[in-house]
């Protein structure tokens, strides 16, 4: 699976949107970009994922650039709740399991 | 549903001694995956099944570590015999076969 950098930390204001970065340049034509959040002393929890189009949920958006080399997740409203270490996988999606390699994430913190 | 469950939710031992942790999945997810996180490796993928055969074991750090899941509905990792460096906070995660990996709360061990 391809490996990801994402910055160790981050500050944001609460009300305001967190944009977190992720560079993802040695990424395949079949691997996808993954998000999962990590709320302090809780387990991981799933965000988003997408391929090469832009997504959006209830929790967040995902925007890829077009040669797919990085990516950005946006919380459009942060509040305190979101402060959490947020991760950025790259893998491929495949029925047989869902192998996802952690890295060492990025540091939101939300502040008021 | 109550989601993955996990227990005990801690558990402090004595170096030497046998430790078995417990994972209930989310029922009808045939993906079960077992992780552990230290401050100085971060999350770490284990072991995982598929319809209740191991696949992949390679994260698994020594013999004295044993995963089994007799049935769809539990999972053990066992460690024997413990070590301090053991130490850890260990997730179990399922999944649907999909996308998404849904964790449990976690289970902090402690080995003196």
């Known amino acids: ?112 | 549903d109550a989601g993955v469950i996990q227990s005990p939710r801690h558990e402090v031992t004595e170096m030497g001694q046998e430790v078995t942790l417990r994972c209930k999945p989310i029922s009808g997810h045939n993906s079960l995956f077992w992780y552990r996180q230290t401050m100085m490796r971060g999350l770490e993928l284990l072991i995982y099944f598929n319809n209740n055969v191991p696949i992949d074991d390679s994260g698994m750090p020594e013999d004295r570590f044993s995963a089994k899941m007799p049935n769809a509905s539990f999972s053990t990792l066992k460690i024997q015999p413990s070590e301090p460096r053991d130490s850890a906070v260990y997730f179990c995660a399922s999944s649907p076969g999909q996308n998404e990996q849904f964790f449990g709360p976690g289970t902090r061990l402690t080995v003196l």
């Open chain 1, 1 to 112: 699976d391809a490996k990801t950098t994402q910055p160790t930390s981050m500050d944001c204001a609460e009300g305001r949107a967190a944009n977190l970065p992720c560079n993802h340049s040695t990424i395949s034509g079949n691997e996808y970009v993954y998000w999962y959040r990590q709320i302090h002393s809780q387990g991981p929890q799933y965000i988003i994922h997408g391929l090469k189009n832009n997504e959006t949920n209830e929790m967040a958006s995902l925007i890829i650039t077009e040669d797919r080399k990085s990516s950005t997740l946006i919380l459009p409203h942060a509040t305190l709740r979101d402060t959490a270490v947020y991760y950025c996988i790259v893998r491929v999606a495949h029925n047989a399991g869902n192998m996802l390699t952690f890295g060492g994430g990025t540091r939101l913190m939300v502040k008021p």
